[in-house]
T-cell receptor, first 117, second 114 residues
Framework: GAVVSQHPSRVICKSGTSVKIECRSLDFQATTMFWYRQFPKQSLMLMATSNEGSKATYEQGVEKDKFLINHASLTLSTLTVTSAHPEDSSFYIC?????????????FGQGTRLTVV | AQKVTQAQTEISVVEKEDVTLDCVYETRDTTYYLFWYKQPPSGELVFLIRRNSFDEQNEISGRYSWNFQKSTSSFNFTITASQVVDSAVYFCALSEGYGNKLVFGAGTILRVKS
């Protein structure tokens, strides 16, 4: 299947700093990528839909100024957690949709475990 | 609105037992897709199956099988002869029409003991 690479896999940062997470589709071009957040022992919640060349679409309740999404190319989307606080500590995971038809399969990255201290 | 319910929070079985993970969904669309993913302790999501709403045929893949019943809005997942390596969190998910936004169930923790 298609490969989606997410980097870094783990990051620890100090409160108040910003952290950038990258999501790359390695063997296909992804016009749409999705960012999810998973709190410990909970399910995945969609944060935003990242569209190449246009602004991301955020889900209700997600602060767009805090979670900056950039999808500058067909193979890369980035999520920047700005001015991170301990409550932002979570598992962030991206997925990319393989183009080519109605609702094709979405492949997930390995996830990034963010710890804010 | 879309909703996925996995009523079983945690299941423990002994190796070689069969186990069924339940998934019930809600949607107003006639075109939708259902998914199962496995999340081992390492965290990554492993795709297991995708089924569209027009295909109610049950599927078997090795020790895995899925039972899709539109009449009860269920998409249950059975592991036959479970193994310790099957221990993970299993998520059922739903997406409607075009777009691939997934709504996930709460997940079921499966523990397989040797």
């Amino acid at each position: 299947g298609a490969v989606v690479s997410q980097h870094p896999s783990r990051v620890i940062c100090k409160s108040g700093t910003s952290v950038k997470i990258e999501c790359r589709s390695l063997d296909f071009q992804a016009t749409t990528m999705f960012w999810y957040r998973q709190f410990p022992k909970q399910s995945l919640m969609l944060m935003a839909t990242s569209n190449e060349g246009s602004k991301a679409t955020y889900e209700q309740g997600v602060e767009k100024d805090k979670f900056l999404i950039n999808h500058a190319s067909l193979t890369l989307s980035t999520l920047t957690v700005t001015s991170a606080h301990p409550e932002d500590s979570s598992f962030y995971i991206c997925s990319a949709r393989v183009p080519g038809g109605l609702n094709t399969e979405a492949f997930f990255g390995q996830g990034t475990r963010l710890t804010v201290v | 609105a879309q909703k996925v319910t996995q009523a079983q929070t945690e299941i423990s079985v002994v190796e070689k037992e069969d186990v069924t993970l339940d998934c019930v969904y809600e949607t107003r669309d006639t075109t939708y897709y259902l998914f199962w993913y496995k999340q081992p302790p390492s965290g990554e999501l492993v795709f297991l199956i995708r089924r569209n709403s027009f295909d109610e045929q049950n599927e078997i893949s090795g020790r895995y099988s899925w039972n899709f019943q539109k009449s009860t809005s269920s998409f249950n997942f059975t592991i036959t002869a479970s193994q310790v390596v099957d221990s993970a969190v299993y998520f059922c998910a739903l997406s409607e029409g075009y777009g691939n936004k997934l709504v996930f169930g709460a997940g079921t923790i499966l523990r397989v003991k040797s």
